[in-house]
């Protein structure tokens, strides 16, 4: 590790004011962007992957960059992994709490099944960079640059797709509309002001929120990471599980909270847009953790630990796009079981690996 760590006891200080810290600020993120998404014309899918995915992903994403420059290439790569599997638990517990149909069907939305293959597909280039570690373009593997190009495709298709679909979710009496209005009238009596119209501040004001609000959440997400790595070196524990798990679920805080928040809204989709979105956030992240990690590609040193979680990642992706594309009506679906089962027995491989 390139900086001293802390002591153990202050370092899980620091994680528990930051979940506190993230949280205050996923709430506050929520109905800006919503409000954002609305003004600009851009929807709730959409918005919810380029403002929310964007700004609820970093936190994670400057952890990330810390783990690599401070040279532990496990925490670095497990840490957007761990991220996109937990993310996609969210979900599934967010389809506990909305009760009245399953939250893959009320949610009906092209963008975010487009969004889930594209991630599959994002998720499989650290597989084959792992086959190839020897490859390197100076001190990266040629592979990482396909991600973020992947990604520019993956939003080109995006805008196509909003521009002229040419398919269409079929809309039941429990899809919620496209605009996020769905279950509007019926969430406003809680008093949350759920309507983005009703903010009366001005568009460059709630822009320059959302960036204070994000550079809030990124310098959480070094502090986490920070504390993140010392409770690795303190206590001698795998960097992959940790990464994988404790400081990814600090940092994934903010998708938690805006799901929640989006689902009580009646925006949901919205909320599952952000998941998504964010989760896609989170792959570019594995090029970024390439870059910052300076003593060659990071998938040679990263060790098996890091491709059991990869692997169960891409499982849990799978699943997911099933469930959008299947749309159960029944409350719980095959996916809102499966999902966690499947995080926890990727966890459960990678501590036995």
Do not use: C
């Amino acid at each position: 590790m390139g900086s001293t760590p802390w002591p153990l006891v202050p370092s899980l200080g620091v994680l528990a004011a930051m979940a506190v810290v993230i949280v205050i600020a996923g709430v506050r993120l929520t109905r800006v962007a919503d409000t954002l998404a609305e003004r600009t014309g851009m929807g709730d899918a959409i918005g919810g992957a380029l403002l929310l995915g964007a700004v609820t992903s970093l936190p994670g994403n400057v952890t990330v960059l810390t783990g690599a420059l401070e040279g532990d290439p496990g925490f670095a790569l497990a840490n957007p992994i761990g991220g996109i599997a937990l993310q996609t638990v969210w979900l599934a517990i967010a389809d506990l709490l909305y009760r009245r149909v399953n939250l893959e069907h009320a949610a009906a939305s092209l963008q975010n099944v487009l969004q889930s293959v594209l991630l599959i597909a994002m998720l499989a280039v650290p597989v084959v960079a792992y086959a190839t570690p020897d490859l390197r373009l100076g001190w990266i593997h040629p592979m990482t640059l396909l991600i973020p190009a992947l990604y520019a495709y993956g939003l080109t298709l995006l805008r196509r797709m909003q521009r002229e679909p040419l398919w269409q979710p079929v809309h039941t009496d429990q899809t919620a509309d496209g605009d996020g209005d769905g279950d509007q009238a019926e969430n406003d009596d809680d008093g949350d002001g759920g309507d983005g119209d009703r903010d009366e501040r001005s568009t460059a004001r709630l822009w320059g929120l959302l960036a204070v609000m994000g550079l809030v959440t990124g310098v959480a997400g070094w502090l986490v990471g920070r504390a993140g790595l010392s409770v690795i070196a303190v206590a001698g524990l795998d960097s992959g599980v940790v990464g994988f798990t404790l400081t990814t679920a600090i940092s994934s805080l903010p998708e938690l909270v805006v799901l929640l928040t989006a689902v009580r809204m009646g925006q949901l989709t919205l909320g599952v847009g952000n998941i998504v979105g964010g989760n896609v956030y989170d792959i570019l992240m594995i090029s970024v953790a390439d870059i910052g990690y300076l003593e060659g590609p990071i998938y040679r040193d990263a060790g098996p630990t890091s491709l059991v979680l990869l692997g169960g990642t891409l499982i849990m992706t799978a699943v997911l796009a099933a469930g959008l594309l299947m749309r159960d009506r029944k409350w719980i679906g095959f996916e809102g079981v499966s999902i966690p089962l499947i995080y926890v027995g990727t966890v459960a491989l990678a501590v036995v690996g």
